[in-house]
């Protein structure tokens, strides 16, 4: 089993940056492909970023390119998402998520889930 942790999260003013860290233990880290989620109230869970597990490929959601980044540092066990220019509709808890083989944009893709972080942007 893969466990997940995310940290980072709070509030912020419309603008502000944020970075969120995802904290993995228990396998090989190195050999996941790393995804970030969020969920607004009453709104389902979306994509917002992935990075495979070798060569540095990344995917975001258009809402987010170009303001977000993820990352992963391998040597210790973390992904992160470094959020710029925030927005009141960034507003949500997100969630990173692991899987060995897939690499994509849906939920089903990946097996291994954190417990999320809470991000609040005020106007």
């Known amino acids: 089993q893969l466990q997940l942790v995310e940290s980072g999260g709070g509030l912020v003013q419309a603008g502000d940056s944020l970075r969120l860290s995802c904290a993995a233990s228990?396998?090989?880290?190195?050999?996941?492909?790393m995804a970030w989620f969020r969920q607004a109230p009453g709104k389902e869970r979306e994509f917002i970023a992935a990075?495979?597990?070798?060569?540095?490929?990344?995917s975001y959601a258009d809402s987010v390119k170009g303001r977000f980044t993820i990352s992963r540092d391998n040597a210790k066990n973390t992904a992160d998402l470094q959020m710029n220019g925030l927005k009141p509709e960034d507003t949500a808890v997100y969630y990173c998520a692991a899987d060995y083989t897939n690499w994509g944009n849906r939920k089903s893709d990946y097996r291994y889930w954190g417990q999320g972080t809470q991000v609040t942007v005020s106007s």
């Open positions: 990075e495979r597990w070798s060569g540095g490929r990344t």
């Open positions: 228990g396998r090989t880290f190195s050999f996941y492909n």
